[in-house]
């Protein structure tokens, strides 16, 4: 959609333009630096109690920087593997890595050793900052791999005191959540920052062009590809979310929860980078999945921002204790990564006074290209507008435009599009063709106002005698259902319709049983829509940030087929 068949731009928020200027900032660091002086003594991360300023990260990255180039000689351009959940070192490492002029490979701390060895192989990353629970996966690859340097870090080494220490004794020895390893010539991460404090840095003068992440993506289809996404992609889409969430955040005042992982796209972008340039405090959840934890620790906050996934959301509402929080201050609560149900939305309006507003993004967009306005009174099904900058079409296989409320693929255009897939030239030009239009994947429509709506990702459409049937929306059915806790939708064989609706769910209610849940589906789904199958779990299989692996369950259920004759 081209800027001027964008009338809405006219109105929200007023005088917000239609285009942002990609090259404000010729890099992340130039970002950061002008952000680190404005907010110099402004908390920017806190966690276990104790708070690092801007000024703070600022000069530690600054010493981080100086040891990766002065004392490992790392070169511009060169890779560095990030392994760490949610913890102070990670922003420190980030940004002193891309201060260096090289280039982060985030990686997820969960991976299992063939994962890990693909990646540390694919990206070719010199060294790899990890925490040590997690150093024995790394121990088991790293003589395949081009790393030459593992930087070791403890859960709170760089919380001082007595606290600290409290910390890491209770994870090591009393939790036994830090397995033995065999690495040698290692360094500590607290060590670095002090060599590098007493060297120079000769920071490099980085072009828009040049690769700051390579974003790993693609594991639940198939291989995992490296998007390679430039300070030019992450700068301009910076630049996007703050334009879009216009004055409706404050500079310096804003607490942002930072339970999904920095080391994911969303939370890379919306919660480290764009609060970043507003002067904003990050509180790092360490470990969401405990949500007893997570809700005891968002108790002595009067936080204003959250961001998430549905499951998250979910989770939180049926976690003791959350509808007793703080919730006077918040006015921004921000869904992606999958779709948000419209049962949580209503229910989360409820339970805190604000509106759980719906995104949506890609890795390979860096990732927000779409964004509902921040005034949004109430859940409205879609996935928002295109943000400025941002063109987006509605095109059927061979590329045509289709018109309005029609479906077919979502594709994207705009500065934040990623470069391409590292080292995979074939698969750049399956999704982007040379046009600069990257096909998304996922099936959806666009009304007359220009919302989008995603019906659902072209993999998981079932074929249900010949009329296609979404999961999103059997899903979103279901989970109204107040015995619902949880649910999952595939597509399953069949020998008359093709394929078949199956239900997996995670009951609320102990007492729900099939008969009661097919009764409430025959009232509220057309007949093709409706399940054959319906299974109980206690869980539901999900990525590192929640979202529902449909692929692992109709794996599962296949080979249990098979294995039934």
């Given at each position: 959609m081209t800027d001027a068949a964008r009338p809405w731009l006219a109105s929200y928020p007023p005088g917000m333009p239609a285009q942002i200027d990609a090259d404000a900032y010729p890099s992340i660091p130039a970002v950061l630096e002008e952000a680190c002086r404005t907010f110099a003594d402004r908390p920017a991360f806190t966690q276990f109690g104790h708070t690092f300023s801007y000024g703070d990260i600022d000069r530690l990255s600054r010493d981080f920087a100086a040891f990766l180039t002065g004392t490992l000689g790392l070169r511009r351009g060169d890779r560095v593997a990030l392994m760490m959940p949610n913890v102070h070192q990670y922003p420190i490492a980030l940004f002193g890595v891309l201060r260096a002029g090289l280039t982060?490979?985030?990686?997820?701390?969960?991976?299992?050793?063939?994962?890990?060895?693909?990646?540390?192989?694919?990206?070719?990353?010199?060294?790899?900052?990890?925490?040590?629970?997690?150093?024995?996966?790394?121990?088991?690859?790293?003589?395949?791999?081009?790393?030459?340097?593992?930087?070791?870090?403890?859960?709170?080494?760089?919380?001082?005191?007595?606290?600290?220490?409290?910390?890491?004794?209770?994870?090591?020895?009393?939790?036994?959540?830090?397995?033995?390893?065999?690495?040698?010539?290692?360094?500590?991460?607290?060590?670095?920052?002090?060599?590098?404090?007493?060297?120079?840095?000769?920071?490099?003068?980085?072009?828009?062009?040049?690769?700051?992440?390579?974003?790993?993506?693609g594991g639940t289809t198939g291989v995992a590809k490296g998007a390679m996404l430039t300070h030019r992609n992450m700068v301009a889409n910076m630049l996007q979310v703050k334009t879009w969430i216009g004055g409706h955040c404050k500079p310096g005042v804003e607490i942002i929860v930072t339970a999904l992982p920095l080391y994911h796209i969303f939370a890379l972008t919306a919660n480290c980078l764009v609060f970043m340039q507003i002067g904003g405090r990050n509180l790092l959840i360490l470990n969401p999945r405990d949500m007893k934890g997570f809700v005891k620790e968002l108790k002595p906050w009067r936080f204003t921002v959250i961001t998430g996934v549905n499951t998250l959301f979910n989770g939180l509402l049926h976690t003791e204790g959350f509808d007793q929080l703080d919730f006077s201050g918040l006015h921004l609560s921000l869904g992606g990564g999958m779709a948000v149900q419209r049962a949580?939305?209503?229910?989360?309006?409820?339970?805190?006074?604000?509106?759980?507003?719906?995104a949506?993004?890609?890795?390979?967009?860096?990732?927000?290209?779409?964004?509902?306005?921040?005034?949004?009174?109430?859940?409205?099904?879609?996935?928002?507008?295109?943000?400025?900058?941002?063109?987006?079409?509605i095109r059927d296989e061979e590329g045509r435009d289709l018109g309005l409320d029609q479906v077919?693929?979502?594709?994207?255009?705009?500065?934040?599009?990623?470069?391409?897939?590292?080292?995979?030239?074939?698969?750049?030009?399956?999704?982007?063709?040379?046009?600069?239009w990257l096909r998304t994947g996922d099936m959806a429509r666009m009304d007359a106002r220009g919302f989008v709506y995603i019906v659902d990702r072209k993999k998981d459409m079932i074929l249900v005698s010949g009329f296609n049937v979404y999961p999103n929306e059997i899903e979103d059915v279901v989970a109204a259902h107040p015995g619902v806790l949880e649910v999952a939708a595939i597509g399953i064989p069949d020998e008359r319709a093709g394929e078949v609706v199956k239900l997996v769910v995670v009951r609320k209610d102990p007492a729900l049983d099939e008969e009661t849940l097919l009764d409430y589906c025959r009232e509220n789904l057309t007949g093709y829509k409706r399940p054959r199958e319906i299974e109980f779990r206690d869980a539901l299989p999900k990525t590192n940030v929640?979202?529902?692996?449909?692929?692992?369950?109709?794996?599962?259920?296949?080979?249990?087929?098979?294995?039934?004759?």
């Open positions: 982060v490979v985030n990686t997820n701390p969960l991976y299992t050793a063939r994962e890990l060895r693909h990646q540390l192989i694919d990206s070719g990353a010199r060294a790899i900052v990890v925490l040590e629970n997690f150093a024995d996966t790394v121990e088991k690859v790293l003589p395949d791999t081009k790393v030459e340097k593992v930087i070791l870090t403890t859960v709170a080494e760089l919380v001082p005191g007595f606290k600290g220490r409290l910390v890491d004794f209770v994870v090591k020895h009393v939790k036994r959540m830090v397995p033995r390893h065999g690495l040698r010539d290692t360094v500590r991460f607290g060590q670095a920052l002090r060599k590098g404090a007493g060297l120079h840095l000769d920071e490099p003068s980085i072009t828009g062009d040049e690769v700051a992440f390579l974003q790993y993506t949580v939305a209503e229910r989360w309006k409820k339970t805190t006074g604000c509106t759980l507003i719906e949506y993004g890609l890795t390979e967009t860096s990732p927000a290209a779409c964004i509902n306005p921040m005034n949004l009174p109430e859940y409205n099904g879609s996935i928002g507008l295109p943000i400025c900058s941002t063109e987006a079409a077919g693929e979502l594709c994207l255009r705009g500065p934040q599009v990623m470069k391409g897939y590292w080292q995979r030239a074939d698969e750049t030009d399956k999704v982007l063709g040379g046009s600069g929640g979202k529902i692996l449909r692929r692992e369950l109709r794996e599962e259920h296949e080979k249990r087929a098979a294995a039934a004759g």
